[in-house]
């Protein structure tokens, strides 16, 4: 079992709320957290909605729910049954206590709206990522597995990366065929490959509409759509550009990344380290996983953007608190990075107070006043310090 960092707040959550909602994509290890938490509740009841079993105890909703109400009730796989969210709704309003439900959810567009409109005020939703590398033991070698496998867990704890592709491959054939048709994408399963795939070969580019629904032959308007689906779904990450009134000409085109580095490189049939080493992607590849890291870590109040200038200013991830920059982040796969004048007239143009530049090396080293570079697993602390 690995500790997930989000059961701290999952359980702060439950004091104040009577509900709990644990959203992420299949796999991502919901239901592993679940009953991680479920053993602080002894009579804790769960309910899998994919099993006929459990399906009809929700058949007869109202009734078990009634004859469970002094215990806490996780319910797997939520966005199955919809119709329990008016039920649910009434349940918890004839007893506001916290700490009644544990909603499991697969990522889908429709649960998040469900829940938000049946549920408000009563409900704190999570996003459960894939496991992260502060997550992991901080070392090199764990860190650049974790770079090639991916978060998921049965990915990243195969015994050999060949394994780990192969469930990677099957993972991803499941998305394709399953999840990604239930939430409306409605393309055929091998348009939607494409679709991925290319998304894949164009990671951390500025989003064209025009130039995608070329390539797939179909809509801009159509790209779009399914390009927010994969969002809303958390397989694909829209970092937006910063916008500020700095009187200069400002890139506003957002970018677009697969979220999980080894499902990127399954998309890209890279299997293993030296593999990756050799992909021409490899800088783009680096900057994906490492926004991902940072982003699925941030405290509340904090959001992730960047930023570029036609002049040339430019930062791969600006980190703010309260809509103001604060963090300034290079990103670069070297062992000895150099920092271009345009990150500095970024820093500059955003009034920045610290810049921290992201390698995959060992060593921390201050090159000018508060402007760091910095191993990723030692980013987590020094980020969190600076907000």
């Known amino acids: 079992m690995i500790n997930r960092n989000l059961s701290i707040e999952i359980k702060k959550g439950l004091e104040i709320f009577p509900v709990v909602g644990i959203l992420g994509t299949r796999q991502a290890g919901k239901t592993t957290l679940a009953h991680e938490i479920m053993k602080d509740f002894p009579d804790a009841v769960h309910l899998d909605l994919e099993l006929p ?42 007893n506001r206590r916290p700490g009644r439900f544990i909603l499991l959810g697969s990522s889908s567009p429709r649960l998040i709206k469900q829940s938000s409109e049946s549920l408000a005020g009563r409900i704190c939703n999570y996003e459960l990522t894939p496991l992260n590398i502060y997550e992991m033991q901080k070392n090199e070698d764990e860190g650049m597995k974790h770079f090639v496998r991916g978060g998921y867990p049965e990915s990243y704890l195969a015994k050999d990366d060949e394994t780990s592709l192969m469930w990677r491959t099957a993972f991803i054939q ?59 779904a958390f397989l694909v990450r829209i970092l937006s550009p910063y ?47 490492v926004i991902e890291q940072i982003l699925s870590t941030l405290p509340a109040g904090c959001s992730g953007y960047f930023y570029r200038t036609s002049g040339g200013a430019e930062i791969d991830l600006v980190i703010t608190k309260a809509e103001k920059p604060v963090i300034g982040i290079e990103i670069k796969f070297s062992s000895a990075p150099s920092v271009s004048k345009g990150f500095y007239q970024g820093m500059n143009d955003l009034d920045c107070r610290t810049g921290i530049i992201i390698y995959p090396g060992k060593d921390t080293v201050q090159i000018k006043e508060n402007v760091y570079i910095v191993p990723l697993a030692k980013t987590e602390d020094l980020i969190k310090g600076y907000l």
């Not at 348009?191 to 629904?213: D, E, K």
């Not at 080493?277 to 996983?289: A, F, K």
């Open 174 to 232: 499941t998305l394709l065929e399953r999840d990604l048709q239930e939430f409306g994408i409605g393309m055929p399963v091998s348009l939607v490959r494409r679709f991925w795939t290319i998304l894949a070969q164009a990671q951390g580019s500025l989003w064209n509409s025009a130039s995608f629904a070329t390539a797939l032959g179909i809509s801009a308007p159509t790209v779009k759509k399914y390009a927010d689906i994969l969002h809303d």
């Open 53 to 94: 079993s459990d399906n009809l105890k929700a058949d007869n909703g109202e009734y078990f729910l009634q004859s469970v109400a002094d215990r806490l009730v996780v319910i797997d796989e939520i966005q199955r049954r919809p119709e329990l969210f008016p039920l649910l709704r009434a349940v918890i309003d004839q």
């Open 243 to 289: 916008y500020a009134n700095l009187g200069k000409r400002l890139v506003k085109s957002p970018k677009l990344y697969i979220r999980d580095s080894g499902v990127l490189l399954a998309l890209l049939q890279t299997g293993t380290f030296e593999q990756l080493m050799g992909n021409p992607l490899l800088g783009h590849i680096w900057e994906g996983y």
